[in-house]
C-alpha cells in the first residue's frame, strides 16, 4: 500500500479537555470517540462504546492492562479485533488491532469513549496472566470475558498486586501498527484551536459543541509539514530527547520582559523512568509547571500587575467547585505572554509564546466563564513540567519520530481556516 497522510477530524466536545478522534472497532463498527494523549501510547475503549458480545470478529488473549495517569486509572482485558477510522480516501483499518476494554470513572474522560496513545510504543505494555488463569482452572485461558470485580478498594488492591507478579508483555499501539505495516510514516501532526471546549450554550448537546470551529482540529497520521495551508511562518524545532514519552528539555521560562525563570534539571533518581524535566502531552489541558518555576511565575505576574495573582487565587477557590470566574473579570490586556525557551535539535534554544487568551481561555466548559490554565506540580512527581494543550493552542505541531536521533517536535502559528 502506498503510503499517503491521512487526515482525521478531531474535537473537544467530547473530552472537554483533550481533542478526541472517532475511531470504530469490530463487526458493529461502531463509532467511539478516543482522547488523543502523546503522553501514552495505549489503545482503551470503554464498554458503553463497544460491545465485545456482539463483535464476531473478537479475539480474547492472556493480556491484562492497567494504567495510571497524574488523576486517574484504568484496567482491562486486551482484545484483538478491526480497528477502523477515516473517511473517503483517509479511511483505514487494521485487521489485527489491539486494545483493551476498560472500566474507569466517567469523569476520567467526561463524554470520550477511551483514549489513543500517539507516543512511543516502549509505554504500551500488559500483564501475562496465562499462569494465574491455568491456575485457576479458566478454559479457555483467556481474560475475556473478564473474570476481575474492580469496583471496590479492596477488589482493586488485590488485583493491582496480582499484576505485579505476572510478567510483562508488549502490546503494538495502533499508530506503530500503521507504521510498521507501511501504511503511514513515522509521524503525525496535530492542529490545535485552544486547550477546553468553548461553549457559548450551557445546554448546548456535544454534536452542537462539535460544530463549532473553536472546537474542532485535526489529526493527520503520516505527514504534516506538506500542509503548509494548516501554518504560516517558519516552523520551530523542539529536540525530542527519549523515546518514552515526548520528554524535552525546558530551559527557561519568561514572564513578559522579567529575567528568565531557569527549568532545574530533574533529579537523578527519576532520570530513568521520567527522562527529562518537560514533555510535550496532548492529553493534559493545563501548563504544569515544576513547582519552583510556577512559584516564580506568580511572583513575576505580580511584578507585573499586583492585581493579577488575586485573580488566580479567585480562580482556584471556584476551581473546586470544577467553576471559572467570569470572562468579564478577565482583560486579556492585563495580562503578560509568557515564554518558553526549549532545547533545539542543534542544542540552541527554541522559544514558544503562549499568548493571555491561551492560558486564560474565555467560555471555557460554562458560558461566560474563564479558566486560568498554569498549575504547580502535581503531587508526588517529579521536577518535570507537563507542557500540556495551553502551549500548543494556536499551533500546528509535527510530532517527527525519528527526523533528529529520537525525533523532533515542530511547530508554527495555526491558519485560521475552515476545517
Same mark, same amino acid.
Given at each position: 500500500?502506498?503510503?499517503?497522510?491521512?487526515?482525521?477530524?478531531?474535537?473537544?466536545?467530547?473530552?472537554?479537555?483533550?481533542?478526541?478522534?472517532? !475511531?470504530?472497532?469490530?463487526? =458493529?463498527?461502531?463509532?467511539? *470517540?478516543?482522547?488523543?494523549?502523546?503522553?501514552?501510547?495505549?489503545?482503551?475503549?470503554?464498554?458503553?462504546?463497544?460491545?465485545?458480545?456482539?463483535?464476531?470478529?473478537?479475539?480474547?488473549? =492472556?493480556?491484562?492492562?492497567?494504567?495510571?495517569?497524574?488523576?486517574?486509572?484504568?484496567?482491562?482485558?486486551?482484545?484483538?479485533?478491526?480497528?477502523?477510522?477515516? =473517511?473517503?480516501?483517509?479511511?483505514?483499518?487494521?485487521?489485527? $488491532?489491539?486494545? @483493551?476494554?476498560?472500566?474507569?470513572?466517567?469523569?476520567?474522560?467526561?463524554? @470520550?469513549?477511551? !483514549?489513543?496513545?500517539?507516543?512511543?510504543?516502549?509505554?504500551?505494555?500488559?500483564?501475562?496472566?496465562?499462569?494465574?488463569?491455568?491456575?485457576?482452572?479458566?478454559?479457555?485461558?483467556?481474560?475475556?470475558?473478564?473474570?476481575?470485580?474492580?469496583?471496590?478498594?479492596?477488589?482493586?488492591?488485590?488485583?493491582?498486586?496480582?499484576?505485579?507478579? *505476572? /510478567?510483562?508483555?508488549?502490546?503494538?499501539?495502533?499508530?506503530?501498527?500503521?507504521?510498521?505495516?507501511?501504511?503511514?510514516?513515522?509521524?503525525?501532526?496535530?492542529?490545535?484551536?485552544?486547550?477546553?471546549?468553548?461553549?457559548?450554550?450551557?445546554?448546548?448537546?456535544?454534536?452542537?459543541?462539535?460544530?463549532?470551529?473553536?472546537?474542532?482540529?485535526?489529526?493527520?497520521? $503520516? $505527514? $504534516?509539514?506538506?500542509?503548509?495551508?494548516?501554518?504560516?511562518?517558519?516552523?520551530?524545532?523542539?529536540?525530542?530527547?527519549?523515546?518514552?514519552?515526548?520528554?524535552?528539555?525546558?530551559?527557561?521560562?519568561?514572564?513578559?520582559?522579567?529575567?528568565? !525563570?531557569?527549568?532545574?534539571?530533574?533529579?537523578?533518581?527519576?532520570?530513568?523512568?521520567?527522562?527529562?524535566?518537560?514533555?510535550?502531552?496532548?492529553?493534559?489541558?493545563?501548563?504544569?509547571?515544576?513547582?519552583?518555576?510556577?512559584?516564580?511565575?506568580?511572583?513575576?505576574?505580580?511584578?507585573?500587575?499586583?492585581?493579577?495573582?488575586?485573580?488566580?487565587?479567585?480562580?482556584?477557590?471556584?476551581?473546586?467547585?470544577?467553576?471559572?470566574? /467570569?470572562?468579564?473579570?478577565?482583560?486579556?490586556?492585563?495580562?503578560?505572554?509568557?515564554?518558553?525557551?526549549?532545547?533545539? /535539535?542543534?542544542?540552541?534554544?527554541?522559544?514558544?509564546?503562549?499568548?493571555?487568551?491561551?492560558?486564560?481561555?474565555?467560555?471555557?466548559?460554562?458560558?461566560?466563564?474563564?479558566?486560568?490554565?498554569?498549575?504547580?506540580?502535581? /503531587?508526588?512527581?517529579?521536577?518535570?513540567?507537563?507542557?500540556?494543550?495551553?502551549?500548543?493552542?494556536?499551533?500546528?505541531?509535527?510530532?517527527?519520530?525519528?527526523?533528529?536521533?529520537?525525533?523532533?517536535?515542530?511547530?508554527?502559528?495555526?491558519?485560521?481556516?475552515?476545517?
Amino acid at each position: 500500500m502506498r503510503r499517503q497522510s491521512l487526515k482525521l477530524l478531531t474535537s473537544l466536545a467530547y473530552a472537554k479537555g483533550a481533542y478526541t478522534v472517532a !475511531i470504530e472497532f469490530g463487526s =458493529t463498527a461502531r463509532s467511539a *470517540q478516543l482522547l488523543l494523549d502523546t503522553g501514552s501510547s495505549a489503545l482503551a475503549v470503554l464498554s458503553h462504546a463497544y460491545d465485545g458480545a456482539a463483535d464476531t470478529y473478537l479475539r480474547g488473549t =492472556t493480556l491484562a492492562q492497567r494504567v495510571e495517569y497524574g488523576q486517574g486509572a484504568w484496567a482491562g482485558p486486551v482484545l484483538r479485533s478491526t480497528v477502523a477510522f477515516g =473517511t473517503g480516501e483517509h479511511a483505514r483499518r487494521v485487521d489485527d $488491532g489491539m486494545f @483493551a476494554l476498560i472500566e474507569t470513572a466517567a469523569s476520567n474522560f467526561r463524554d @470520550a469513549d477511551g !483514549i489513543l496513545g500517539l507516543a512511543f510504543g516502549g509505554l504500551d505494555h500488559a500483564r501475562d496472566l496465562v499462569s494465574y488463569l491455568a491456575e485457576q482452572g479458566r478454559s479457555p485461558q483467556l481474560t475475556w470475558p473478564w473474570p476481575f470485580d474492580l469496583t471496590s478498594e479492596a477488589g482493586r488492591a488485590e488485583f493491582d498486586a496480582l499484576l505485579h507478579q *505476572q /510478567p510483562r508483555a508488549s502490546v503494538q499501539p495502533l499508530f506503530t501498527a500503521l507504521e510498521a505495516e507501511g501504511v503511514v510514516a513515522d509521524m503525525f501532526s496535530l492542529l490545535i484551536r485552544r486547550a477546553l471546549v468553548h461553549v457559548l450554550d450551557d445546554s448546548a448537546s456535544d454534536a452542537a459543541l462539535a460544530a463549532d470551529p473553536l472546537n474542532r482540529g485535526l489529526l493527520i497520521l $503520516g $505527514g $504534516g509539514e506538506e500542509c503548509a495551508q494548516l501554518y504560516s511562518g517558519k516552523l520551530q524545532d523542539i529536540r525530542v530527547l527519549h523515546e518514552l514519552y515526548y520528554n524535552v528539555q525546558l530551559i527557561a521560562v519568561q514572564v513578559a520582559d522579567r529575567p528568565r !525563570i531557569p527549568a532545574p534539571a530533574l533529579q537523578q533518581q527519576y532520570q530513568a523512568h521520567y527522562a527529562s524535566n518537560a514533555i510535550i502531552d496532548s492529553g493534559c489541558s493545563f501548563l504544569v509547571l515544576e513547582k519552583s518555576v510556577y512559584d516564580a511565575v506568580l511572583v513575576d505576574l505580580a511584578q507585573h500587575d499586583a492585581s493579577l495573582v488575586p485573580l488566580i487565587e479567585r480562580f482556584q477557590q471556584t476551581m473546586t467547585q470544577q467553576q471559572g470566574i /467570569p470572562n468579564q473579570a478577565i482583560d486579556p490586556r492585563d495580562w503578560p505572554d509568557l515564554r518558553f525557551y526549549l532545547e533545539s /535539535p542543534g542544542g540552541e534554544e527554541t522559544v514558544l509564546v503562549c499568548r493571555p487568551a491561551h492560558y486564560w481561555q474565555r467560555n471555557a466548559l460554562r458560558a461566560g466563564q474563564s479558566w486560568f490554565l498554569l498549575m504547580s506540580q502535581l /503531587p508526588d512527581w517529579p521536577q518535570q513540567s507537563i507542557l500540556g494543550l495551553p502551549l500548543m493552542s494556536g499551533h500546528y505541531c509535527i510530532f517527527h519520530r525519528r527526523a533528529d536521533a529520537d525525533g523532533v517536535v515542530r511547530m508554527a502559528t495555526a491558519s485560521d481556516v475552515d476545517i
